[in-house]
């Protein structure tokens, strides 16, 4: 005869009459790897890791990069970066202070106000819960302060931005380097480099004492083919010609 087994909840009659049937093995969950480690992650404070993510809004109008360090479930550090939508900048200014402090699971259920945010936060969660994090083969994982390191020495995120048409060939706007500001064509008007000034390091070099001017120059620099002497016969502005 099977021993009594009490659930304490409701059951339907179909299934309150049904014998019990003992359950055999059970191992708990799959280990994940996490900072180095494997761990069979029951609870929210099991969960240590540090990942991105990428979200974007309903209308796709935007997106949103998301990164995270957690350590025992709890948010420690998080990077918004957004493109694409201006409401998105403000929503992301309210998530980097929303987020640090709680864990994965709340930030999980929190209005962080931008759908593209919030979608970042839903892919995260679910590299972390399956324990494809970045730090997931990383020794003791990575310090608070990994997220701001990736946007390197001119804390700014890196972004592109390119423009293209059949009538008028392609335009540089913004490159991993700094805004452009022209771009040099060859004698078959083809593009072979291109002009920019780092805004990141122009706004230091003010912020130490120089006028603008010489912060400008300072901070500007050229990628390519750029001089005449390598086949530079052109220059024009991205944004006007």
């Given at each position: 005869?099977?021993?009594e087994?009490?659930?304490?909840?409701?059951?339907?009659?179909e299934?309150?009459?049904m014998?019990h049937?003992?359950?055999?093995?059970?191992?708990?969950?799959a280990?994940?790897?996490?900072?180095?480690k494997?761990?069979?992650?029951?609870?929210?404070?099991?969960i240590?890791?540090?990942?991105?993510?990428?979200?974007?809004c309903a209308?796709?109008?935007?997106?949103?990069?998301?990164?995270?360090?957690?350590?025992?479930?709890?948010?420690?550090e998080?990077?918004?970066e957004t493109?694409?939508c201006?409401g998105?900048?403000?929503?992301?200014?309210?998530?980097a202070?929303?987020?640090?402090?709680?864990?994965?699971?709340?930030a999980?259920?929190t209005?962080?106000?931008?759908?593209?945010?919030?979608?970042?936060?839903?892919?995260?969660?679910?590299?972390?819960a399956?324990g494809?994090?970045?730090?997931?083969?990383?020794e003791?994982?990575?310090?608070i302060?990994?997220?701001?390191?990736?946007?390197?020495?001119?804390?700014?995120?890196?972004?592109?931005?390119m423009?293209g048409?059949?009538?008028?060939?392609?335009?540089y706007l913004?490159?991993a380097?700094?805004y452009v500001?022209r771009?040099?064509l060859?004698?078959?008007?083809q593009?072979?480099?291109y002009?920019?000034?780092?805004?990141g390091k122009?706004?230091d070099?003010?912020?130490?004492g120089?006028?603008?001017?010489?912060?400008?120059?300072?901070?500007m620099?050229h990628y390519?083919r750029?001089?005449?002497?390598?086949g530079?016969?052109?220059?024009?502005?991205p944004?006007?010609?």
């Amino acid at each position: 005869m099977s021993k009594e087994f009490n659930c304490p909840y409701a059951m339907s009659q179909e299934v309150e009459h049904m014998c019990h049937v003992a359950q055999g093995p059970n191992h708990g969950p799959a280990p994940i790897p996490e900072e180095g480690k494997w761990v069979q992650a029951k609870e929210v404070k099991d969960i240590s890791a540090f990942t991105h993510g990428i979200g974007w809004c309903a209308p796709q109008q935007g997106a949103c990069k998301l990164s995270l360090n957690v350590k025992d479930g709890v948010i420690q550090e998080a990077l918004v970066e957004t493109i694409g939508c201006s409401g998105m900048t403000h929503s992301a200014a309210m998530a980097a202070e929303i987020l640090p402090g709680k864990t994965v699971l709340e930030a999980l259920n929190t209005d962080l106000v931008c759908d593209a945010i919030n979608t970042a936060m839903r892919e995260l969660f679910l590299q972390i819960a399956y324990g494809r994090s970045q730090s997931a083969f990383s020794e003791g994982g990575l310090v608070i302060g990994a997220g701001l390191e990736d946007l390197g020495k001119g804390t700014r995120s890196q972004v592109g931005t390119m423009y293209g048409t059949v009538a008028k060939g392609v335009r540089y706007l913004e490159m991993a380097e700094g805004y452009v500001t022209r771009m040099a064509l060859d004698a078959d008007d083809q593009v072979i480099g291109y002009e920019f000034v780092n805004l990141g390091k122009m706004t230091d070099f003010i912020k130490k004492g120089d006028d603008p001017n010489t912060a400008y120059n300072k901070a500007m620099g050229h990628y390519g083919r750029f001089t005449e002497e390598d086949g530079a016969v052109k220059y024009i502005d991205p944004r006007k010609n």
